[in-house]
Structure formats: structure tokens, C-alpha cells
């Protein structure tokens, strides 16, 4: 069966239901879940590799870095967090080669001020729309393969409003834009209104936030709204940190892991997951050459 391009799968009627990952590990395992594309997010890489907060902290670089290691783990296609092009639109075009070569299918832009901040945090600031049209057009110019899409991501709703934010939206694609993004509606009703007046352009994505400003919906409630990618980009990392965090606990008050050994993989398990005995027979195949014909 022929593997659809992330722009084909996109224009299917099914929504693409996209998790956040943030390092070869995870990648693999939500590949090994039967997802179709992840989502290599900026505000989790920020909180794995820095421990910090995502508020413009990352470097492209770290990003690029973190892109192709993941490529090198999995297959299916990657949506990666680009934040604000990491500067202007001649950065935001070295930012797309960069991505790209690491292996990006989708970059994903926003229109933030920089440094940028996470969309569910307050006291956001947006560029002018103007400025934010280049940058995509700065993308989709620099772009080796047109498969390689460009989501335009505005942040405009909380600070110029709903309405203000769609115009945006309607120019962004007017640049070149594949996808568009409404970040961070802070209703079901917006997120309503998001489907109903932008569906029958581009195809649109929604970002559901465990705890952030938009009510989480379902994959399904959003398809029925003219949503067809939909990411659940931290999640990933507010699990394991909360698991992390009872571990480290559990760790220190016995002084042992044994009241956590159900809750973990043990030596065996995790090599079976990460496929060690594959990679060691792989190896093993490499030790003895026979010359054609000998």
C-alpha cells in the first residue's frame, strides 16, 4: 500500500490525531502505538532539554538536532515547532532548510514577537500581520520539496481578538500557507466559529493543552468541526514528569525502587521496547563477510 504524503493525509475526511514527542524514545514508542505523524514540540523541548520553561529559551540548532535524531529513530511524519522562525524572514528561511534537511515534514510558524512564548501563557505580543506573511513566504520559497508544508500559527486572538485573528489567518494562507493554526481559542464556541468560517480553505489544526485555555475536545468533536490535525503537543511530558517525580520520591524514602517496580519496565522490558536484541543480531550479521562466488 502506498504511504500517503502528510498534504494527501491531511485531506482526508479522518482527522490526523498527532501526539507530541520530544526525543528518539518517545518518538519510537508513539510510532510503536500506531500514530500516523508526531509532533516534535518546541515547549517540549524546552522542558526536557533545559528544564526550563517555553519561552524562547531553545535555540534552532537544538531543535535541528533534536529533528534528526528522531528521523533517524522513525519513519512516519514529523510536524515541527519552528516557534517565530528563530528571527526574521531571512532566519525563518534558513530555519526551514535546517528543519527540513533534518527531516521535517511541516514546519509550523507563528506570529509571535520573539523572544516568544508559550500560546496558553499570558502577556503574549504578535508581530504585524504583514511581517508574519513574509516570513511564510520567506518558508514556502526556501522549501527544497513542496511536500514539505508550512503551518501558519497565529496568536492574535488574546490580544486583538477572534475576528482580528481569523483576518490573519485568511492572509497567511494568501502567502502560501498549507495549514493554518488558530492558537489557544479560549472557548468551544471559538473553537466553533474557527472551523466554521476557515474549513473550506486550508486545512486547520487544533492544539489541545492539558490545563491551557482552550476546553479539550476530543479528536472526533474536532473533526466534526472542520478541524483536520489536532496535536496534544506537552502531554507527553506531564505524564512522565509526574511520574518522574513519584519515582525520584518513592526512591528516597525506601531507598529502593521496589514499590515502583509496577509502575516501571525492568531491564529486559525496556531493551525489548527499544529493540536490543534486534540491533544485536543486526550486528552480529556484520562480523563475517563472504565474497560473492566464496
Do not use: W
Amino acid at each position: 500500500m502506498t504511504k500517503l504524503t502528510l498534504r494527501q493525509r491531511l485531506n482526508a475526511p479522518e482527522i490526523l490525531l498527532t501526539p507530541g514527542v520530544y526525543d528518539a524514545l518517545t518518538a519510537h514508542l508513539a510510532e510503536d502505538a500506531g500514530f500516523e505523524a508526531l509532533y516534535v514540540s518546541g515547549a517540549a523541548v524546552a522542558y526536557t532539554r533545559l528544564g526550563r520553561p517555553d519561552i524562547g529559551l531553545t535555540s534552532v540548532s537544538e531543535v535541528a538536532d533534536t529533528v534528526a535524531l528522531i528521523r533517524d529513530r522513525v519513519d512516519i511524519s514529523l510536524v515541527v515547532d519552528a516557534d517565530t522562525g528563530f528571527g526574521n524572514a531571512l532566519n525563518t528561511r534558513r530555519t526551514m532548510r535546517t528543519f527540513e534537511r533534518a527531516g521535517a515534514n511541516a514546519i509550523q510558524l507563528e506570529d509571535q514577537t520573539y523572544p516568544k512564548r508559550c500560546g496558553h501563557l499570558a502577556d503574549k505580543s504578535v508581530i504585524s500581520a504583514i511581517e508574519m506573511a513574509g516570513k511564510i513566504k520567506a518558508a514556502v520559497d526556501a522549501r527544497h520539496s513542496a511536500e514539505t508544508l508550512v503551518i501558519a500559527r497565529t496568536d492574535a486572538v488574546a490580544s486583538e481578538g477572534l475576528d482580528a485573528a481569523l483576518d490573519r489567518a485568511m492572509l497567511y494562507r494568501e502567502a502560501g500557507a498549507d495549514v493554518l493554526f488558530v492558537e489557544a481559542p479560549a472557548s468551544s464556541g471559538q473553537l466553533a466559529e474557527i472551523g466554521s468560517r476557515l474549513a473550506n480553505t486550508l486545512p486547520l489544526m487544533a492544539n489541545m493543552v492539558e490545563g491551557g485555555l482552550t476546553p479539550i475536545q476530543n479528536a472526533g468533536e474536532l473533526q466534526a468541526l472542520g478541524f483536520s490535525l489536532v496535536i496534544f503537543p506537552g502531554g507527553i511530558v506531564r505524564a512522565i514528569a509526574r511520574q518522574a517525580q513519584d519515582f525520584y520520591a518513592t526512591l528516597k524514602r525506601d531507598g529502593t525502587t521496589a514499590a515502583f517496580r509496577n509502575n516501571m519496565f525492568d531491564f529486559n522490558g525496556l531493551n525489548a521496547v527499544i529493540g536490543t536484541p534486534e540491533m544485536l543480531a543486526l550486528g552480529k550479521s556484520y562480523e563475517t563477510f563472504e565474497r560473492n562466488g566464496r
